[in-house]
C-alpha cells in the first residue's frame, strides 16, 4: 500500500500494464505522471514540442505494437485534436491511453473546458477515476479495453484527482510483447478511400462498447435511500458522498458512451433522481438526451469553479457541515514574478514604451498585473506571435503604438515557431521578444528543445534559437541580457522603430535553476533615498515599502542580487552589500 497522487497512479498503472513508451507535453494539471513514468525501468518517455506532436509520436508506436501513455492537461487537448479524431478511425496496434487532466475553477489554466465533450465528439471511450486507487486501476484496465475494441482511450481527470493523495495498492509489472507490425493501408491510410470504410468499422466498434458498458464493474451503484438518488462521477462522487450519505448513487466510472439502460433502470427506483456536474452540463445534457427522466436541483448548483460538499448541501437545502470559518485577517498574497526573474526588466521596460503587448502562456504572463502592467491579451500558446501580427495588419496604416509580441522559449517551440513563420512569410512587421530562461518554468523546470535537456536526461541537442529565427529569413535578430535594463532598452526601442520584422531574444536563467543561476550578494538601501519609488514600480517581492513613511528597504532573505532596482535608482541609493561595506 502507497500514498500516491493521482497523476502518480495513472504513471503506475500504466507502467503495471506494460506501457513501453510515454509522450506528453507538461502542462498542470497532468505534468506529475509523465514524470512519474519516466522514472521507472523498462520505459522510454519524453517532453514533445506540443500535444498534437505527442500524440502523433504515440500512435505510431502504438501502430508499431507498443502500449503507449500520453498525456497532457486539457488545453492540450484542443491542440492534439487533429490526429485524436482520425485516432478513432484507424484504431491502434498495442493499447494507446491519453490522459487529459482538467482544470475546474481554473487554478492554472485559461478556461475551464471538459475532456469528456472530446470523447463524445471523437468517438473515442473516457474512463473517470474517483481517487488514486481507481486511477491506478482505470488506467491499467484501459490498456485491455483499448486492444479488445482497436480503440484508443481517454482518461478524463481533474485537479483534485490529479493532485490529491489517496492509498493504493501497487502491483508488479506486466510485460507485453510487441503486437508484431502488419502493413495495412486500409487501417493506417486515412485518403477517403479508406476512410469511409474505417468510419463503418468504428460504428460496429462503438456498438460493441455500448454493449460493454452496461455491466462494467467500472461503473458502481450504491443503494441506500430509495427516495433521493444521484449520478455522478469523479471527484464529485467523493463530494456527494461527504455531503448527501444517505442517498444512492449511481457512480460512472465510463463517460462515455454510457450505460443508458443501466442508467433508466436506477433512475426508475428511485423518487427523484438528480445529476450532478462540475463546471459544465455533459452529464445532464447526455443523460436528458437519452430519455432519462431527472429532477431539477432544488437550488442551482453554480455554473462555474469548483464544487465542495457544502455547495452540494446547499443545493438540496441542507444546513451546512460543522467547519472551522477561513481566518479573515490574513494578508493578500498576490502573484507575483521571483525575485530576480529575468523576465521583470522587459515589461518594465514595455510598459515605459506604452507598447500594445501580444503574451503568451507561462509564468511571464503575470507581467500582465500591477505595478507591471505590461501585457494586453493572452489566448494561448504561441498566440502571442500571432496576435501581433493581427494588431500590425489592423493598424498599419494609422499611427500607433509599437506591436510586441512576447512569448517563452518553450512556448515558442511549442507553437510560436509556426506562428512566426507565417508573419515572415507574410511580410509582417513589429517586434516579437521571447524570453529564454533557459527552461519551461511554469509547470516545474521541464526540458525543452531549446535548453537540449530530456525528459529522461538522454544525450540530446540544444536547438540554436538565433539560427532557427534567421533561417526564416528574419535578419534583425538580437541576443540581449534583460538583467542589463540599459541594453534592454536599447534593443526594444531600436527593433519597435524598425520598419521590418525584429526578434529579440532575452536570455537569463531562471532564478530557480540551481546549477544555471548563480545567488549574488543582496542588495541595501542607504540613506540617498528619495522615496520616490522608482524601484517600487519594478515589482519585486524583495522590495518592500513603509506604508506610512514610504520608505523604501530590501528583503536579505528574498533578494538574489540581480540588481535590476539599482538600474532603476536615480539617486545611486541602492547598492550591494559587499558595496556597502567598503
Request: hydrophobic share 40%.
Amino acid at each position: 500500500m502507497e500514498l500516491l497522487s493521482g497523476n502518480e497512479a495513472i504513471a503506475q498503472g500504466a507502467w503495471e500494464a506494460g506501457a513501453r513508451i510515454g509522450v506528453a507535453y507538461p502542462g498542470t494539471p497532468s505534468t506529475e505522471t509523465m514524470e512519474a513514468f519516466a522514472a521507472k525501468s523498462d520505459v522510454y518517455a519524453e517532453w514533445c514540442p506540443n500535444e498534437k506532436v505527442a500524440v502523433e509520436v504515440g500512435l505510431g508506436a502504438s501502430a508499431a505494437g507498443a502500449r503507449v501513455i500520453a498525456t497532457m492537461k486539457h488545453v492540450g487537448v484542443n491542440v492534439a485534436a487533429d490526429p485524436l479524431f482520425t485516432a478513432a478511425y484507424t484504431g491502434v496496434g498495442g493499447g494507446y491511453v491519453i490522459l487529459a487532466a482538467d482544470d475546474p475553477g481554473m487554478h492554472s489554466s485559461q478556461n475551464e473546458q471538459d475532456s469528456r465533450f472530446y470523447g463524445r465528439a471523437a468517438h473515442i471511450p473516457v474512463l473517470e477515476p474517483s481517487d488514486s486507487s481507481e486511477a491506478l486501476h482505470f488506467a491499467k484496465h484501459a490498456f485491455d479495453i483499448s486492444e479488445t475494441f482497436d480503440i484508443p482511450v481517454l482518461i478524463r481527470s481533474t485537479v483534485r484527482i490529479s493532485h490529491s493523495r489517496t492509498p493504493v495498492d501497487v502491483g508488479c509489472r506486466e510485460e507485453h510483447e510487441l503486437i508484431p507490425y502488419k502493413k495495412n493501408p486500409a487501417k493506417w491510410v486515412m485518403m477517403p478511400a479508406f476512410a469511409k470504410p474505417r468510419r463503418r468499422d468504428l460504428d460496429q466498434r462503438i456498438k460493441r462498447l455500448k454493449t460493454w458498458v452496461e455491466d462494467t464493474p467500472l461503473n458502481r451503484i450504491e443503494n441506500y435511500d430509495s427516495d433521493c438518488g444521484i449520478i455522478c462521477s469523479g471527484a464529485i462522487y467523493q463530494y456527494v458522498r461527504d455531503a448527501l450519505p444517505h442517498a444512492s448513487v449511481f457512480k460512472l466510472g465510463v463517460t462515455w458512451p454510457l450505460p443508458v439502460e443501466s442508467l433508466k433502470r436506477f433512475a426508475q427506483s428511485i423518487s427523484h433522481c438528480y445529476v450532478i456536474d462540475e463546471a459544465s452540463e455533459y452529464l445532464s445534457e447526455q443523460i436528458h438526451a437519452a430519455g432519462i427522466p431527472i429532477d431539477t436541483l432544488p437550488h442551482p448548483l453554480p455554473a462555474d469553479g469548483e464544487l465542495t460538499p457544502m455547495t452540494i448541501r446547499k443545493s438540496f437545502g441542507e444546513e451546512d457541515m460543522p467547519h472551522c470559518d477561513a481566518a479573515t485577517d490574513l494578508p493578500p498574497r498576490p502573484p507575483a514574478l521571483c525575485a530576480g526573474c529575468p523576465h521583470r526588466g522587459v515589461f518594465r521596460e514595455l510598459t515605459r514604451l506604452h507598447a500594445i503587448v501580444t503574451g503568451d502562456i507561462g509564468c511571464y504572463t503575470l507581467g500582465a498585473l500591477p505595478p507591471l502592467s505590461g501585457m494586453d491579451t493572452t489566448v494561448d500558446m504561441g498566440a502571442s506571435v500571432s496576435m501581433a501580427h493581427g494588431f500590425e495588419l489592423a493598424l498599419h496604416d494609422s499611427e500607433h503604438r509599437p506591436i510586441v509580441g512576447v512569448i517563452g522559449d518553450s512556448t515558442f517551440g511549442h507553437s510560436g515557431l509556426s506562428s512566426l513563420l507565417n508573419t515572415a512569410y507574410n511580410r509582417g512587421a513589429g517586434t516579437i521578444a521571447i524570453l529564454d530562461n533557459r527552461t519551461t518554468a511554469m509547470t516545474g523546470h521541464q526540458g525543452n528543445p531549446f535548453n537540449g535537456i530530456t525528459l529522461q536526461k538522454r544525450p540530446s541537442r540544444e536547438m540554436d534559437l538565433v539560427a532557427l529565427v534567421k533561417a526564416l529569413g528574419i535578419e534583425d535578430v538580437v541576443t540581449v541580457d534583460p538583467l542589463d535594463v540599459h541594453a534592454t532598452r536599447t534593443a526594444l526601442k531600436q527593433a519597435t522603430t524598425n520598419d521590418d520584422l525584429s526578434v529579440v531574444i532575452f536570455r537569463s536563467p531562471c532564478v530557480l535553476l540551481k546549477k544555471s543561476f548563480i545567488r549574488k550578494a543582496p542588495y541595501v538601501v542607504n540613506s540617498s533615498c528619495t522615496a520616490c519609488h522608482a524601484c517600487v514600480s519594478i515589482g519585486c517581492p524583495a522590495l518592500e515599502c513603509d506604508s506610512e513613511s514610504g520608505n523604501v528597504t530590501i528583503s536579505a532573505v528574498q533578494c538574489v542580487g540581480c540588481g535590476l532596482c539599482s538600474q532603476y535608482c536615480a539617486f545611486d541609493a541602492i547598492h550591494q552589500v559587499e558595496e556597502a561595506s567598503k
